[in-house]
């Protein structure tokens, strides 16, 4: 538990560059308003950090380039807010989180396969935590031509793990110190254990 508690210190003390890169974050969400398939560029977040770590070996990418690092700070200042509770910071909830990430994925990829072959239909609805719907119409305020259904169905799918995600992470950052998230968040686990074997 120490280890994990010192992780959450020294997130705290981390200095970010300032650079103003929440912004990305709200942008992110922005472009699934003015299409949809822009949402596929999650994919560069989801694959920068471990290309950063293995060329570096640290984690270049919490420790100065995360945007959405950034927009939780914005939200709460540094050093404000309780210490998150033992259980919700434990190696358990982040193996749990980290499942859960993985089972998500896993999910996309057959489903996807699924769309690709003509055996389920779409999912062109956002979802929360893979099974609440929202009941709202993504507005699109730029059309593309003929997109596969499969990639439609994706660029939904990236849509909204970054919609649960962030949406985590700020329920977490309202609750408790800044960066909670940090510490179970899947990114962070993931190259913890990838630093361990580079
Ligand atoms: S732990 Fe996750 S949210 Fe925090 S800086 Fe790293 S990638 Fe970003």
């Known amino acids: 538990m120490q280890v994990y508690y010192a992780l ?11 650079k103003p890169l929440f912004l990305i974050t709200l942008g992110y969400f922005a472009l699934g308003i003015i299409n949809i398939h822009l949402a596929l560029t999650a994919l560069i977040c989801m694959a920068l950090p471990f290309i950063l770590l293995y060329k570096s070996g640290k984690k270049q990418w919490c420790h100065g380039y995360c945007p959405r690092a ?10 404000k807010g309780k210490k998150a509770p033992s259980w919700l910071i434990s190696p358990k909830a982040r193996n749990g989180i980290l ?4 089972v998500n994925l896993m999910l ?4 996807t396969w699924m769309v690709a072959l003509g055996k389920i239909a779409p999912i062109e609805k956002i979802r929360l935590f893979i099974v609440f719907e929202l009941p709202l119409v993504l507005p699109q305020l730029v059309e593309l031509g003929d997109v596969p259904q499969a990639i439609t169905h994706l660029a939904y799918r990236f849509y909204s793990v ?5 949406l985590l992470g ?10 909670t998230w940090c510490v ?7 190259s913890s254990r990838i630093q361990r074997v580079l």
């Open 8 to 18: 959450y210190v020294n997130r705290e003390n981390q200095t970010v560059k300032k």
């Open 70 to 79: 950034d927009f939780f700070s914005l939200i709460k200042a540094k050093g």
């Open 99 to 102: 499942s859960y990430f993985c």
């Open 108 to 111: 996309i990829t057959t489903s």
């Open 162 to 166: 970054m919609i649960s995600s962030t």
């Open 170 to 179: 700020l329920i977490l950052t309202m609750f408790f110190k800044p960066k």
């Open 184 to 190: 179970v968040c899947p990114v962070n686990t993931m």
